[in-house]
Structure formats: structure tokens, C-alpha cells
């Protein structure tokens, strides 16, 4: 099974490396309003994975209800692999995030590494307590959309996939800060 915990440390050690020593005002820098700073990225991290805690403290009290649609292998098969796909940190392909997973600030705290730091490793403990289920091979919905449906392993490799993306997404930024371009 894979090791979702040791990549959730490796990943907050490089978003550490990265952008540790930026100040607030440099994490909160945007080259322009269509993008998002370093801050929000990370911000967004955050938001996305709490989002999938209520499914997880679900499962873990073996009181989860997944939707019909998980009954259906093909779809949830088909699904997950779409899902994982469009998160690739190669970031082909440019994607709009839901609304309920949009930064919740333009302006982060300049302590939102702090954050991250914990919140992965909450996570990587969730993944940790999980390993019955991940086992077992159960699905789960998507927090933005009950019909959007995969496996739990799936789910965590999404997770996994999605914060590359946007660690590679934030190192753009970071590039452009340093360079000083402002387009």
C-alpha cells in the first residue's frame, strides 16, 4: 500500500524549502489579478483537503453513505482516473476550481505555512487511521459534488497529485517574484 503519510511530509518539506523564508508580503504577491499568490495556493490546500475530513471521520465511524453512483464500478473507475488526470502537477491542462474550494482570502496570513504544516499532518494521521477502509476499497464522493464519485485510494491520490500541482503552480509565482516581472 502506498505511503501517502511519508509524501504528505516530503511535499510540506518542499513547500518549506520553497517559500519559508518569504515574508507575508511576498507570499501574498500576485503578478496579476488572474493568478493566485503563493498564499493562496497554499490557502487552497488547505480548504481542499479539510474538506474531505467530514468523509473521513464518516468512514472512520463506519457510518458513511455512499452516493448510488459508487455501486457502479465502471463509473467510479472512470471517474477517479478523470479526477486524477486533470490534478497532474505538468499542469497541461488549466482548470477552474469549484467554488467551495476557493481561496478564502486575497490577503493570507503571513503564518499560512504554519498552517499547512499542521493541517498535513492531520491529514497524513487521517490517512494513517484509514488503511481499514483504503483496504477494503470504498468510495467516496467528492466534498464538491455527491456525484462525483471514486475510491478512497484514488481520493488520496488526488490529494497527493493535486498539491504538486499546485506546488509547481506556486513555484511560477515565486519565479516571477524573483525576476521582478510584474505581467
Known sequence: MKNWSKELSNLT????????????????WKPNPAVWSIAQNIDHLIVV????YPTFEALKKGNYKPPFMARIGWIVSYIGTKILDAVHPDRRNKMKT????EPEK?????DILSSFENQ??????????????IQ?????SSPANRYIVYTLETALNIIISHEKRHLEQAKEVLALLLSGNKN
Open 120 to 133: 498535513q499532518a492531520e491529514l497524513a494521521q487521517k490517512t494513517e487511521d484509514l488503511r481499514d477502509q
Open 136 to 140: 477494503k476499497g470504498m468510495v467516496i
Open 49 to 52: 483537503n479539510k474538506s474531505y
Open 13 to 28: 518539506e518542499q513547500f518549506q524549502t520553497h517559500f519559508g523564508g518569504l515574508s507575508k508580503e511576498e507570499l501574498n
Open 106 to 110: 486575497s490577503s493570507v496570513d503571513g
Open 98 to 101: 469549484f467554488p467551495i474550494w
